[in-house]
């Protein structure tokens, strides 16, 4: 059976790249701004209200973290769990330092693109190793 092999050098080097640009959107494209939304469902009242491409936005720019997780061959409760609490610290931080707003519902959607990407890329894709 035919296994293709990607290399280490150019998964970090792709790490490296998304996660700048992560930084950038997560804690540099908002300064100045604060606030929360405890609203679980705020994404779902998003999409209703023709703001669909920030909630979609959001699921999309997880999806790599996701994918990493899954090179790294991590349990799934784990990972859910892991990314969680970083969301979590995520959110405060734009709160806290008024890099933007601290909303239930980033976290949620964030976390889907987390596990569509895990799961993705560990169960149905990623059927290659690194060397």
Do not use: W
């Not at 999309?60 to 349990?75: D, E, Q, T, V």
């Not at 769990?81 to 964030?110: A, C, H, P, R, W």
């Amino acid at each position: 059976m035919y296994t293709k092999q990607y290399s280490k050098v150019f998964f970090v080097i792709s790490a490296i790249f998304y996660i700048v640009i992560m930084l950038y959107l997560l804690f540099f494209k908002s300064i100045g701004v604060q606030g929360f939304s405890f609203n679980p469902f705020g994404f779902i009242l998003d999409i209703f209200n023709g703001q669909s491409f920030e909630v979609f936005a959001n699921i999309l720019f997880f999806i790599p973290l996701g994918m990493i997780y899954s090179f790294y061959k991590m349990n799934p409760k784990k990972v859910a769990v892991f990314s969680l609490i970083i969301l979590i610290l995520i959110e405060t931080i734009q709160y806290v330092f008024k890099l933007g707003f601290f909303d239930i519902s980033d976290i949620e959607t964030n976390l889907m693109g987390i596990c569509i990407g895990y799961i993705l890329f560990k169960y149905v894709f990623f059927k290659h190793r690194i060397k």
